[in-house]
């Protein structure tokens, strides 16, 4: 539960700006994890949130590597991806990774914050998300690096 807590955090300080630990309390209990102001206040500590100013000068966490706009989240990569995924296929310079239900956009948010050789682009949906390599090469290359991860 707690790596999906983490997963969901990450997720949406990625989507917006959350400037609170109110609006995160109050965001994850919508999103139907029951937590506490202190339970946010020790996730934020252990995924090592800090607030960064916004080009409208407004302050919002992110993650303390975040790096031209995009969140540096390798330091969880791991469990996220492990935690999530339950499938890695490529067919030709396409990569389909299978996720449980309602976890692909965390792991699709962790994959996108480490630089793969490679990588095109990506999709998520609920449970599947969709990566787009330069050539086949790339995508069997990621394929069995992700298939690692996912074990």
């Known amino acids: 539960m707690k790596s999906r807590r983490h997963a969901k955090i990450l997720e949406l300080i990625s989507e917006g700006n959350i400037d609170t630990q109110e609006e995160l309390q109050d965001r994850l209990n919508k999103e139907g994890f029951s937590v506490t102001q202190a339970t946010v206040s020790r996730d934020i500590k252990e995924l090592r949130l800090i607030k960064t100013l916004a080009a409208d000068g407004t302050y919002h966490y992110t993650t303390n590597g975040e790096k031209g706009g995009k969140a540096d989240l390798s330091f969880k990569f791991h469990a996220i991806f492990s ?5 890695v296929n490529f067919a030709q310079n396409l990569v389909v990774v299978k996720c449980f239900t309602g976890m692909a956009n965390a792991a699709c948010a962790a994959l996108d914050s480490i630089h793969w050789q490679g ?28 298939d690692k991860l996912a074990q």
Do not use: F
């Open 83 to 87: 935690e999530a995924v339950n499938s």
């Open 119 to 146: 990588l095109v682009g990506t999709i998520a949906g609920d449970d599947t998300i969709l990566l787009v390599m330069k050539d086949e090469t790339y995508a069997k290359n990621i394929t069995e690096e992700l």
